[in-house]
């Protein structure tokens, strides 16, 4: 069975949370048989970004009244899940651009709330993003290409609309967009006869003796206006069950690296539950042209001693938990939700359940349990000493080392600042709750320790 579902967040970026959710289960003629939506308030420590109120016309005195504790809905959403496993056997979500956005801010959401989101492996996903890429690549004379700027823009929106199924500005909200999304695929299934079901988004060509035109294939991928589509070739280096390292061989004839970090410049990752990656074998005649570039990328990854666990350790990123929340480890999130069970049941045992499952010598994973379990204490329990709250909200607001991309993020002043500006055009009621909520975020963590405010 599938189920269709869109999120609307509080910030493009994994540290910030759902605010909005909708599900749509659907039949064999994509008519919905199931759906759930809902609201998730912001969590105490939550400051939003101008950007994302503003595109989803979120009015944070409603949100704040009307939505779920973030652990309710995560539970709400845990349920659902499960009880269409229950009924309806292996269940596939499907999002767009969910690979890179719904679906690790659903994975995010329940392993920080201690809920396991993989379901013994009855739940997998599809990006409708990479069904119209493909439908796009396999059909460029028939699909209706948009350009923005120097690059094709495969959003929602311009997709829609160039296709007839939308014929006003995209709504932002979760429920009308899994509308649109719904639309989009029936549109597509009909004009170009290439049914979603049938969609795999990585194809890989192999077999048990890997002759050459099996660990070499190329990719046609999409290009830059005017040409619509480009052709690269890729030599598979590392292979397992769920993923791919493979190296781009025109990239590498033209870089010639001779050090570990030149060659890693080469290389691309492929997850083959989460990303788009159909190739074709090359012919025999097309592969002995790659030889000699084969045979000096063999030697380079031998003579720099390069195999899948090298390759993971250098790519591995020092960006906060929330981003790579798996870093956790799956045997950890049990532990987690019993202590996010015992601090609800008791709220005074904070310090106790720490306590118990903190050791002098802990691992990294296990500072990691601890790490979240601070940061759901610290959104559930009330009147926190400023010290406490500190060492959260300081590296994530006021010096942003805690962002991925601080440099680029905006300061709750200027959002503040901005917000004020468009109060003389804008929509009142959403700048205005914003701005009181600023104002409230501030006092209430004695922000005005660290700049002053007029907004």
């Known amino acids: 069975m599938w189920i269709l579902y869109d999120f609307e967040t509080s910030s493009r970026a994994l540290i910030g949370q759902i605010i909005s959710y909708a599900f749509w289960v659907v039949d064999e003629r994509w008519e919905p048989v199931r759906r759930l939506t809902g609201k998730i308030r912001l969590r105490p420590t939550e400051f939003p970004e101008l950007d994302a109120i503003l595109i989803t016309r979120t009015q944070i005195d409603l949100l704040q009244r009307e939505g779920k504790s973030e652990l309710d809905g995560a539970l709400e959403i845990h349920r659902f899940l499960s009880q269409c496993i229950q009924e309806y056997g292996h269940c596939i979500l499907a999002g767009y651009n969910s690979s890179q956005f719904d679906l690790k801010f659903l994975r995010t959401t329940l392993i920080r709330n201690g809920i396991n989101p993989y379901f013994m492996g009855r739940l997998s996903s599809v990006d409708i993003l990479h069904y119209v890429q493909h439908i796009a690549i396999t059909h460029p004379d028939e699909f209706p290409w948009i350009s923005q700027g120097e690059y094709w823009t495969f959003s929602l929106e311009s997709v829609s609309r160039s296709h007839g199924v939308l014929d006003t500005a995209q709504a932002h909200d979760a429920e009308a967009d899994v509308h649109v999304m719904r639309n989009l695929i029936r549109c597509i299934e009909n004009r170009y006869c290439d049914p979603l079901v049938d969609f795999r988004p990585v194809r890989v060509p192999h077999n048990s003796r890997c ?191 805690m962002i991925r991309d601080g440099d680029d993020s905006p300061t709750i002043i200027s959002q503040m600042e901005r917000a004020q500006t468009l109060l003389v055009d804008g929509d009142q009621s959403i700048l205005t709750a914003y701005l009181d909520y600023a104002h409230q975020f501030i006092e209430r963590y004695e922000l005005n320790r660290f700049f002053k405010t007029s907004a």
């Not at 830059?224 to 598979?236: F, H, L, N």
């Not at 990656?277 to 084969?294: D, K, R």
Request: proline content about 6%; glycine content about 2%; overall charge neutral.
């Open 211 to 401: 002759e050459p035109e099996y660990v070499l294939f190329k990719q046609r991928v999409k290009a830059t206006p005017p040409e619509k589509t480009t052709v690269r070739t890729w030599y598979r280096l590392f292979q397992s069950k769920s993923d791919l390292i493979v190296v781009e061989l025109s990239l590498f004839q033209e870089k010639l690296p001779n050090t570990l970090p030149e060659l890693m410049g080469t290389l691309r990752y492929i997850n083959c539950n989460t990303q788009y990656f159909s190739t074709e074998p090359l012919s025999h005649a097309a592969a002995l042209e790659w030889n000699s570039t084969i045979t000096r990328i063999d030697e380079l990854a031998a003579e720099l001693k390069l195999n899948r666990d090298l390759y993971f350790d250098l790519i591995k990123k020092p960006w906060d938990i929330e981003y790579q929340i798996h870093d956790m480890g799956f045997e950890r999130i049990n532990t987690l939700n019993k202590m996010i069970g015992q601090l609800t049941q008791s709220p005074q045992s904070y310090q106790a359940i720490v306590t118990q499952n903190w050791r002098p010598n802990a691992s990294e994973k296990d500072r990691f349990l601890i790490q979240l379990f601070n940061r759901y204490a610290l959104n559930s329990l009330p009147d926190l000493p400023v010290d406490l709250t500190d060492r959260y909200i300081i590296p994530r607001y006021i010096n942003q080392t």
